[in-house]
C-alpha cells in the first residue's frame, strides 16, 4: 500500500514508513533514547530529501516525547525551573541553529553540515559511552568505588547561582543555558531530540540527580522541537506532516517491543549495544564523506523562486 | 517469445506475455483503437492489405494500472473535433505537408494526485488521416512527447576538499521540465531529422536552458549531463524507442508511463507525424496534473499559511503519540 508524502511529493510504502518508525520505536523502547538520531539518515537513504528529513523528525520527535513528559510530570521527575532554564538556551540555540542551517542551505551544504555533525557527535557520544560501559564493567567485577559527593568544579565557581530544589543543585545559571543551547542547534540542524547529548550532559556536566535527568530532558527536548518544527515550516516549508504521523504510529508499536526486549537485558550489556549502534551509524556517514562516492552530481529544485 | 494460435486469435486474446504482472488487461482501450481505426478506415485510402490480419497482433496487452476511461468524443470523429488533441492542420513550409493529418485522443485528460496515488500512466491513441493517397517521400513515423512544468534545478558536483568529499561547482539551470517523455515508433534518428528536433524540441536536451554564456558551454556540458542522468534514474525523463505501435501506417497508439513523484502542473502532450524525417502534421494537448482532496489541502496549507500548518503538525503530532501511548497502556493492564 502505497501513500503520497504531500511535502516531500513522493510515494512511499506505508509499510515502510511504519517499520521504520517501528525499528526506531523498538531502539527508544530499549534504550530510553528518542532515537532521532537513527531516524533522520535511515529517511535521508529512503530518498526523502534532507531538509525535509530533518525537519519532519524534529515533528516526530514532539509526537514521541510528550507522552514521556506527561508520565514524568505524574511521577514528579520534571525539574520545571531546570527545565525553563534548560528551555531558554534551548529556543536561543535552535534559533541560532535555523539561521546556520538556511544559510548553508542555500549554499549547498547542509548536506554536509548534517553529516558532519552525526558524525562529529555521534562518534564522541558513542566512544564515551562504550569506554564509559566498559569500564563500568571492569569495575563491577573488581567490586563498587565510590564516587565523591560533591565536586567543586568550575560550574560552582561561575556567577548568577540559582537554587534547583527538585535536582537538589545550587548552581550558576550559565552552564544550564549552554547545555540547552548546544542541544538546541543539534535540533534545528539533525533533527534530533539530543536527548542522547542531553542525559549525559546533565549527569556529568551539572549532576543532576538520575530520577529527574529523563523527565527534565524530554520537558525541554519536547518544547525545543516543537519550536523548531515551527520555524522549518515558517522558513522553508519542509514539514511533512503525514509522513511524521506514520513515522508516530509506527514508533508507538516499535517502543512496545523495545520495552518488553530491553527488560529482559542486563543494563550494561544493552548500554554497550548502544554505543556500538551509535558507532556504526557514526561510521557509516564518516564512510560516506571520505570514500569517493558513485554520483559526483546532485539536484537541487528551487522551489517558489 | 510464445504465440498462440493463429494471429486472428492472439488479436481476441492478448497475449500472456504482456499481462505477466497479472493485471487485467483493460480491453476497451484496445477495442477504442480498433473503433476509431474502424471510423477512420473509410475515410483513409488504404493501400495495403485488409486490416484485421494485421492490426491486433503487434498491439501488446495493455498494463494500464488505473481504469482506463474514455475521454469524450474519442471515437467522434473522422473530422477529429471530438478529440482533445488540436493538430495543427497545415504546417507552413515544405510542399506536400498537410496531406496527412493527425487525429488523436487520450485515455485520461487530467491527472489527480490522490493520497495513494503510485504513478498512472497516459495511453494515447490516433490514427492518420490522409486526403489522399498515401505519399511515398519516406517512411511514416510518430513521436509523442509528453513534457512536465519546467523547474529551477541546481546541478552541484562533489569535489575531494581535504579529504572530504564536498559540494563545490554548481550549475544553475533556469528551466528543465520536471518530467520528460518520449515514445517513439522507431529510432530517433531515422524518424525525426536533426534540424527538425531542433525546430520543434524533440528530445531532452532541447528543453533544458541554462544561462550560462557559450564560453562557459563547454563546462556546463557534464552538469546537463549529469542532470539528465539523475533524472532518468528517478524516472522522470524517459526516451521510449519503440514505445509507438504503428500499424497499417495509420493506427497508433503508445503507453507512457507517470511515474509517482510527480510535479503539479500542466503537462503538454504532444503528436509528430513524420515522414522521412520531416514533420508534417503535429497536435497538442494539455492534461492538467493535480493533487486532490487532503494531499492538495495539506500542501497549500503548508506553503500558503506556514505558521498555522506548523502548529497543526506539532499539534497532531503530540496528539498521535498521546492516543498511540494511552492506548498501549491501557492494553497493557
New interface residues.
Given amino acids: ?4 508524502l ?2 516531500a ?3 512511499v510504502n506505508v509499510f515502510v514508513l511504519l517499520g521504520l518508525g517501528g525499528l526506531v520505536g523498538v531502539m527508544s523502547g530499549m534504550f530510553g533514547v528518542g532515537g532521532g538520531f537513527l531516524l533522520t539518515p535511515l529517511l535521508m537513504l529512503l530518498g526523502v530529501p534532507s531538509t525535509i528529513s530533518v525537519a519532519t523528525v524534529a ?2 520527535v ?7 513528559v ?2 514524568q510530570i505524574r511521577r514528579r521527575g520534571v525539574d520545571f525551573r531546570m527545565g525553563l532554564v534548560l528551555l531558554a538556551g534551548g529556543l536561543a540555540g535552535a534559533a541560532f541553529g535555523m539561521i546556520l542551517f538556511e544559510k548553508l542551505r542555500r549554499m ?2 547542509a ?2 553540515l548534517i553529516s558532519l555533525s552525526y558524525v562529529v557527535f555521534l562518534g564522541a557520544i558513542g566512544s564515551l559511552m562504550l569506554l564509559e560501559s566498559l569500564r563500568a564493567m571492569v569495575q563491577s567485577r573488581k567490586g563498587p568505588v565510590r564516587r565523591k559527593l560533591h565536586r567543586h568544579g568550575l560550574i560552582h565557581r561561575l556567577p548568577v547561582k540559582i537554587r534547583f530544589r527538585t535536582s537538589g543543585l545550587y548552581i550558576s545559571i550559565f552552564p544550564p543555558l549552554l547545555v540547552g543551547a548546544g542541544v538546541g542547534v543539534l535540533v534545528a540542524i539533525m533533527g534530533v531530540g539530543g536527548g542522547f547529548i542531553m542525559v549525559p550532559a546533565m549527569i556529568y556536566v551539572l549532576e543532576m540527580p538520575t530520577k529527574v535527568v529523563i523527565g527534565t530532558s524530554l520537558f525541554q527536548i519536547t518544547f525545543v522541537a ?1 519550536f523548531t ?6 522558513n522553508s ?1 519542509s ?1 511533512d ?2 509522513l ?2 506514520f513515522l ?2 509506527g ?3 516499535g ?2 517491543i523495545g520495552t518488553r526486549l530491553g527488560a529482559r537485558m542486563p543494563a550494561e550489556q544493552l548500554r554497550i549495544l548502544l554505543a556500538l549502534l551509535v558507532l556504526a551509524v557514526c561510521i557509516r556517514l564518516g564512510l560516506g ?5 558513485d ?8 522551489r ?2 | 517469445m510464445r504465440r498462440r494460435g493463429g494471429q486472428r486469435a492472439a488479436c481476441r486474446t492478448p497475449d500472456a506475455q504482456g499481462s505477466a504482472g497479472g493485471r487485467r488487461p483493460p480491453r476497451i482501450a484496445l477495442k477504442a483503437v480498433l473503433l476509431a481505426g474502424a471510423l477512420l478506415a473509410g475515410a483513409a485510402v488504404m493501400t495495403a492489405a485488409a486490416p484485421e490480419s494485421t492490426v491486433p497482433p503487434r498491439a501488446t496487452p495493455p498494463q494500464a494500472s488505473t481504469p482506463v476511461r474514455l475521454a469524450q468524443g474519442a471515437g467522434g470523429g473522422a473530422d477529429g473535433s471530438g478529440s482533445a488533441f488540436v493538430s495543427e492542420g497545415v504546417l507552413p513550409g515544405s510542399p506536400g505537408k498537410g496531406r496527412e493529418r493527425i487525429v488523436a485522443d487520450l485515455d485520461q485528460n487530467r491527472v489527480a ?7 498512472s500512466e497516459i495511453f494515447v491513441f490516433g490514427a492518420v488521416k490522409r486526403t489522399g493517397p498515401e505519399p511515398v517521400s519516406g517512411p511514416l513515423g510518430v513521436a509523442i512527447t509528453l513534457v512536465g512544468p519546467p ?10 576538499v581535504k ?5 563545490r561547482d ?1 550549475l544553475v539551470i533556469e528551466a528543465a521540465p ?1 518530467f520528460y517523455a518520449l515514445a517513439t515508433s522507431g529510432p530517433l534518428e531515422q524518424l525525426v531529422a536533426e534540424d527538425e528536433r531542433l525546430r520543434y524540441r524533440i528530445g531532452i536536451r532541447q528543453q533544458i536552458f541554462s544561462l550560462e554564456g557559450i564560453e562557459k558551454a563547454a563546462q556546463a556540458a557534464p ?1 546537463i549531463e ?2 539528465i ?3 532518468e534514474k528517478k524516472g522522470v525523463y524517459r526516451i521510449l524507442e519503440g514505445a509507438v505501435q504503428l500499424s497499417e501506417a495509420t493506427l497508433f497508439h503508445a503507453r507512457i508511463p507517470l511515474p ?4 503539479e502542473g500542466d503537462y503538454e502532450a504532444r503528436i509528430f507525424l513524420t515522414r522521412g524525417g520531416q514533420v508534417v502534421d503535429r497536435a497538442e494537448t494539455t492534461i492538467p496534473v493535480h ?1 486532490v482532496g ?3 489541502w ?2 497549500r496549507l ?2 500558503e499559511h ?2 498555522t ?6 499539534a ?7 492516543i ?5 497502556a491501557i492494553l ?1 493492564r
Fill in positions: 500500500m502505497q501513500i503520497y504531500p511535502i511529493e513522493m510515494s515533528n516526530q514532539v509526537g514521541s516525547s510528550v507522552s514521556g506527561l508520565a549547498g551544504q548536506d554536509l516543537a518544527t515551527i520555524l522549518h515550516a515558517v516549508q514539514v506532516l503525514v511524521a504521523i508516530l504510529l514508533g508507538a508499536i517502543a512496545q564523506l571520505v570514500i569517493e562516492p554520483e559526483l552530481y546532485s539536484l537541487e529544485i528551487v517558489g523562486g | 494526485i490522490t493520497a495513494g496515488f503510485d504513478g523547474e529551477k534545478i541546481i546541478v552541484r558536483k562533489k569535489e575531494r579529504g572530504l568529499w564536498i559540494n554548481s520536471s552538469f549529469a542532470l542522468r539523475l533524472q509517482a513523484n510527480l510535479t493533487k487532503l494531499e492538495r495539506i500542501w503548508a506553503h506556514p505558521l500548518y506548523g502548529l497543526l503538525a506539532i497532531l503530532a503530540a496528539l498521535t503519540g498521546w498511540a501511548a494511552t492506548f498501549f497493557r
